[in-house]
């Protein structure tokens, strides 16, 4: 059997990165898929690191040729998704991991909906969202009140995806999480049937 997709949404502060990286041990094969955008890179970031960073008419050209699982424009810049790696994976048999918003989830279920385990991370309230995200102590008023706003609409799409997972305290979060993923590594797409279905029957 090939690999599989895991999608993983939710607002910023949600505890995402920090819940892979502690069960990054534990759910092995795995790739993470890192992002494409046209934004600037920050300040220690690398390219084919934290993002791969693109020109703005690269991104473009890309989009027409269809290498994109998803992509959005978010706040002037794009984000996207590149085919390739994903693919590359896939083959090897690995569980992919996407850390993608709202927007990105729908448009990669268009793509890939029988492949893909989608789940929502979030704190239990937006008031311990707000606690977080100022405890951090790393963003300006506005930027944190950005993500608020952000917040309180893609709480809205929650019933879009596969699962929930409530980060009240992260042990029993990543607990969570390692579940889901052997859960994501079951889930067999339709040609994924058809091919087992075939060698079962001793057609191939």
């Given at each position: 059997?090939?690999g599989a997709i895991?999608?993983?949404?939710?607002?910023?502060?949600?505890g995402k990165?920090?819940?892979?990286?502690?069960?990054?041990?534990?759910?092995?094969?795995?790739?993470?898929?890192?992002?494409?955008?046209?934004?600037?890179?920050?300040?220690g970031?690398?390219?084919?690191?934290?993002?791969?960073?693109?020109?703005?008419e690269?991104?473009e050209?890309?989009i027409?040729?269809?290498?994109?699982?998803e992509?959005?424009?978010?706040?002037?810049?794009?984000?996207?998704?590149?085919?390739a790696?994903v693919?590359?994976?896939?083959?090897?048999?690995?569980?992919?991991?996407f850390?993608?918003?709202?927007?990105g989830?729908?448009?990669?279920?268009e793509?890939?909906?029988?492949?893909?385990?989608?789940?929502?991370?979030?704190?239990?309230?937006?008031?311990?969202?707000?606690?977080?995200?100022?405890?951090?102590?790393?963003?300006?008023?506005?930027?944190?009140?950005?993500?608020?706003?952000?917040?309180r609409?893609?709480?809205?799409?929650?019933?879009?995806?596969?699962?929930?997972?409530?980060?009240?305290?992260i042990?029993?979060?990543?607990e969570?999480?390692?579940?889901?993923?052997?859960?994501a590594r079951?889930?067999?797409?339709?040609?994924?049937?058809?091919?087992?279905?075939g060698?079962?029957?001793?057609?191939?």
């Open positions: 059997m090939s895991l999608i993983l949404s939710g607002p910023s502060g949600a990165s920090t819940i892979i990286r502690q069960a990054a041990s534990r759910i092995e094969p795995y790739y993470f898929s890192i992002s494409s955008t046209t934004r600037d890179p920050r300040e970031e690398r390219d084919g690191v934290e993002y791969h960073f693109l020109t703005r690269a991104f050209a890309g027409e040729a269809g290498d994109f699982l992509y959005a424009e978010v706040h002037g810049n794009y984000y996207g998704t590149s085919l790696p693919y590359k994976a896939l083959a090897e048999g690995k569980l992919v991991i850390d993608i918003d709202v927007q989830h729908r448009l990669a279920r793509a890939m909906g029988d492949r893909i385990t989608s789940a929502f991370i979030t704190p239990p309230s937006l008031v311990e969202l707000e606690r977080r995200l100022r405890e951090r102590s790393t963003e300006s008023e506005a930027v944190i009140e950005q993500r608020l706003t952000n917040a609409e893609e709480i809205l799409a929650i019933d879009e995806f596969d699962y929930v997972i409530l980060n009240d305290t042990e029993e979060a990543v969570d999480f390692v579940a889901l993923s052997r859960t079951l889930k067999v797409g339709r040609r994924e049937c058809e091919a087992l279905v060698r079962w029957l001793g057609r191939d």
